[in-house]
């Protein structure tokens, strides 16, 4: 299987911050990587998959990079609505499987 | 607008049995592969489980082969999930998913708990 290995575990930032999380993957995902958004009590939210391909009214602050096994989300500007967990997740090959999660909180 | 509606999650015994439906509308289920995802308590997502569009092909994580069996019936716009000989640490909000581009696990229902316990 794929282990993803997501950095940091938890992010202190402030409102306005640009904010990146890196997702590390055990070997080459190709370009099958997506990003979730998760509040508590919600179903995960698609941001971002095929690496960099924003979702649908998923605001331009978002964007992700990389190739391989190494990519990266950043959020330009930090916004309130923003605090939230952020998996990582590759569909390259079965299992799919995420991140463990990063956590951004409220500086 | 897309929906997917998931229901019979419930208190179950180990070694029990419990089959999840999904039901979706505001697409054409028959061209996309769905999946199941589930999240324990305090944990991260785990899929589980996912089949193609004519449930001809599919595919499931290790901790589950043997005891779960995914299914739809595109003339009802459903997918299921048979979960047999239930353990403590299936316990978790299963969701019905749509993939997407790449298979990646675009669009997702609400979820539906299922608890493992004696």
């Known amino acids: 299987d794929i282990q993803m290995t997501q950095s940091p575990f938890t992010l202190s930032a402030s409102v306005g911050d640009r904010v990146t999380i890196t997702c590390r993957a055990s070997?080459?995902?190709?370009?099958?990587l997506a990003w979730f958004q998760q509040k508590p009590g919600k179903a995960p939210q698609a941001l971002i998959y095929?690496?960099?391909n924003l979702e649908s009214a998923v605001p331009s602050r978002f964007s992700g990079s990389g190739s391989g096994t190494e990519f990266t989300l950043t959020i330009s500007s930090l916004q309130p609505d923003d605090f939230a967990t952020y998996y990582c997740?590759?569909?390259?090959?079965?299992?799919?499987?995420f991140g463990q999660g990063t956590k951004v909180e409220i500086k | 607008e897309v929906q997917l509606v998931e229901s019979g999650g419930d208190l179950v015994q180990p070694g029990g049995s419990l089959r999840l439906s999904c039901a979706v509308s505001?697409?054409?289920?028959?061209?996309?592969?769905m999946s199941w995802v589930r999240q324990a308590p305090g944990k991260g997502p785990e899929w589980v489980a996912n089949m193609n569009r004519d449930g001809s092909e599919r595919h499931y994580v290790d901790s589950v082969k043997g005891r779960f069996t995914i299914s739809r019936d595109n003339a009802k716009n459903s997918l299921y999930l048979q979960m047999n000989s239930l353990r403590v640490e299936d316990t978790a909000v299963y969701y019905c998913?749509?993939?997407?581009?790449?298979?990646?696990?675009?669009?997702w229902g609400q979820g539906t708990l299922v608890t493992v316990s004696s």
């Open positions: 095929l690496v960099s």
């Open positions: 070997q080459s995902v190709g370009g099958s």
């Open positions: 998913v749509r993939d997407g581009n790449g298979g990646y696990l675009h669009r």
């Open positions: 505001g697409f054409t289920f028959s061209n996309y592969w």
């Open positions: 997740q590759q569909s390259h090959t079965h299992p799919k499987t």
